[in-house]
């Protein structure tokens, strides 16, 4: 038998804080250990003195950890503790080396155990990192952070305002009227660009060339990757993009890159943009990609590139499920 420890913090004493912090711990120590939820024989928590509105344990059953014995107990008062602390240890009937899991303000419980990670899954387009980004995130309950979308609304400003995106000038001056912001409604990221949200139109196939062009001035680069970073240093994340694992988070616990044949990303792009109902060629899409390859991984400052400690994917005949297990594994090789 192998004991999993964690705590997390709530913001409020109410029902719904205490519900919704015990499900994200309870499915956080899930996911990190690999756990099936019949593996668990029983989880008791403690609680701080100032969490009265409900139980712990009936918040677990009510995420559905009912196969087990659940109990709940609540400490006593301690003068400096965390305040809206819940502690959890769970008693698992598998021979796993444990990974106790430390959320938000309960961090500052174990200065040993990284309380925020993040996952770079860099690559060209059509490589798949979106799609097995998103999963990953969803699946460890962490953002996913899209920044291709980032370059992609600078992109659209530019167009917006009838800026050359090759004039460095122009750019950086259109710069100082961008307001981006990057927001999460129900886990999906929405990108709002001057207050309007264009989440939609970014996606439109003639604004990929030119994200492409405006990411290579280091005036959009550098506020791009400010941004980026100060995102992934406030929480987890999975971010997918060209230059994450060599420039924007050289430490980060996790690197992929992503690749595949040309034609396979052509045809994926294709599927794509024909699903959402846009009439696009083919032989162009493949064109366009090469295209973008080219100018992503030749500009001066952060290029498309592989990170020296990233593992290769090559999902050219891979299925997401697939990818995804491989990325999975190999993550879990190394905590
Ligand atoms: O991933 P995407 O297709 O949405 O990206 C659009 C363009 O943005 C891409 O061609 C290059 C640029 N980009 C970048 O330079 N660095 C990133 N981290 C992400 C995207």
Do not use: W
């Not at 044949?261 to 032989?283: F, H, I, M, Q, S």
């Amino acid at each position: 038998m192998v004991v999993i420890r964690g705590a997390t913090t709530v913001g409020h004493d109410d029902k719904e804080s205490i519900q919704s912090g015990v499900g994200e711990l309870l499915e956080q120590i899930v996911s990190r250990n690999s756990l099936l939820r019949d593996e668990i024989l029983s989880i008791v928590f403690s609680s701080t003195s100032d969490i009265h509105s409900y139980y712990p344990a009936k918040a677990a059953r009510e995420a559905g950890f009912s196969g087990c014995s659940l109990f709940s107990a609540q400490e006593p008062d301690i003068e400096g503790g965390l305040p809206l602390c819940i502690r959890v240890m769970l008693f698992v009937e598998k021979d796993l080396t444990p990974h106790h899991v430390y959320l938000h303000e309960a961090t500052s419980l174990r200065k040993d155990i990284v309380g925020v990670y993040n996952i770079a899954i860099d690559g060209p387009a059509g490589s798949g990192k979106s799609t097995v980004a998103r999963a990953l995130a969803h699946d460890y309950h962490i953002c996913y952070l899209d920044t291709g979308a980032m370059y992609r609304a600078c992109a659209l400003a530019a167009v917006g305002a009838g800026v050359d995106v090759e004039d460095e000038v122009a750019v950086s001056e259109l710069m100082h009227n961008v307001k981006l912001e990057v927001v999460y409604e129900a886990d999906v990221q929405r990108t709002i660009l001057n207050g309007k949200d264009v989440s939609e139109e970014i996606r439109r196939p003639e604004v990929s060339m030119a994200a492409s062009a405006i990411s290579k001035h280091p005036s959009v680069r550098m506020r791009m990757v400010e941004k980026q970073r100060e995102i992934a240093a406030r929480m987890s994340c999975v971010l997918d993009g060209r230059d994450i694992g060599t420039f924007v988070l050289p430490d980060a616990e996790f690197k992929f890159f992503l690749t595949a044949r040309p034609e396979v990303r052509a045809k994926r792009r294709y599927d794509e943009l024909t699903a959402k109902g846009n009439k696009v060629d083919l032989k162009a899409l493949q064109e366009e990609i090469l295209r973008r390859d080219k100018q992503d991984s030749t500009r001066a400052v952060a290029p498309l590139r592989m990170a020296e400690d990233a593992v290769l994917v090559d999902t050219s005949d891979m299925t997401v499920d697939e990818v995804l297990a491989y990325i999975k594994h190999a993550i879990q090789e190394k905590i």
